[in-house]
Nanobody, 124 residues
Framework: QVQLVESGGGLVQAGGSLRLSCAVSGRTFSNYGIDWFRQAPGKEREFVAA????????DYGDSVKGRFTISRDNAKNTVYLQMNSLKPEDTAVYYC?????????????????WGQGTQVTVSS
């Protein structure tokens, strides 16, 4: 079993930055690709970013390209999501999720494990 715990959410003004962390435990960290998703009230869960097992491959949702950066530290069993130039429409609960596939996956249905989520609120 794999456990994922998000942290780093909070309230920030538009244009500001936040860094989310996803701490992973329970299995060999480098055997899992890790994604970030988000869900705003009344909306479907949305793909945000993905990193491969090694971290050499990444992908981003169109709405965050150029503003968000995903990275992983396999020595610390942690994945980060650096969020810059935040907008009010980035307000959501952010979830990290893991899967054991070798390729990148951007669909929530492809995830095997989920964290509990962390709230990000961007004020205008």
């Amino acid at each position: 079993q794999v456990q994922l715990v998000e942290s780093g959410g909070g309230l920030v003004q538009a244009g500001g930055s936040l860094r989310l962390s996803c701490a992973v435990s329970g299995r060999t960290f480098s055997n899992y690709g890790i994604d970030w998703f988000r869900q705003a009230p009344g909306k479907e869960r949305e793909f945000v970013a993905a990193t491969s097992r090694s971290g050499r491959s990444t992908d981003y949702g169109d709405s965050v390209k150029g503003r968000f950066t995903i990275s992983r530290d396999n020595a610390k069993n942690t994945v980060y999501l650096q969020m810059n130039s935040l907008k009010p429409e980035d307000t959501a609960v952010y979830y990290c999720a893991g899967h054991s596939a070798f390729s990148l996956i951007t669909s929530a249905t492809g995830m095997d494990y989920w964290g509990q989520g962390t709230q990000v609120t961007v004020s205008s």
